[in-house]
């Protein structure tokens, strides 16, 4: 219900919207539900959240959805719930070079760099205020490099997030080139927009 609300917006903003699917494992087959909705809908993207529903990195249903975008060359969001499943993500990175993977909320960000998990197809997302400061996206680009950290704002959580994440950036110590790729660049890059 939540995915054919998104879509409603998407053609009413003209497209101004982005769709991202968001998935559980409460859909019987992951990748029939994929197939029938990228077909009506078009997303860009999938999104899985541990944190509203618990399943394991290592489980089928997560090798089944990142294979689904791994294979449709389109990116797969994730927010991790715990240290353990940021070690699992790192393993499975490190063995499918090929999926287009962005860590939400910068989570594990001192994992992967301790892991030195790098390649051109993983992408540290900032949202939000709250949970990312701004000592870790400063991490996160010196070691990653701008290029990979894509901008975020967790709206609707917090009050004014998108604008007080626009301003953080916006008042970072890195230059403007790099504001600028990721307050919009890296993503249009990654979407293909």
Known sequence: QGNEYVFDLVT????????FIWITTQIENPSDYLNQCFSKWDFKGVKLHQ????????SG?????????????????IHLWSDSEV???????NNHKNLKLIIAHLFGLEFFIQADCKDENLFFDTSTLQIT????MKKAID???????????DTPYGKNNLQKNID???????????????LGGNIRRLLKL
């Open 143 to 153: 070691f990653y490099g701008a290029d990979k950290v894509t901008f975020g704002s």
């Open 61 to 77: 249903f997560f090798r089944t959805v990142a294979e689904w975008a791994e294979s449709h060359d389109l990116p797969l969001f």
């Open 168 to 182: 953080r950036f916006r008042n970072l110590d890195i230059e403007e080139q790099e504001k600028e790729m990721i």
């Open 133 to 136: 400061s701004s000592k870790r």
């Open 87 to 93: 070690k699992k993500i790192i393993e499975y990175k």
């Open 12 to 19: 009413k903003s003209q497209k101004r919207v982005i769709q």
């Open 51 to 58: 944190c509203w529903e618990y399943y394991s990195v290592d």
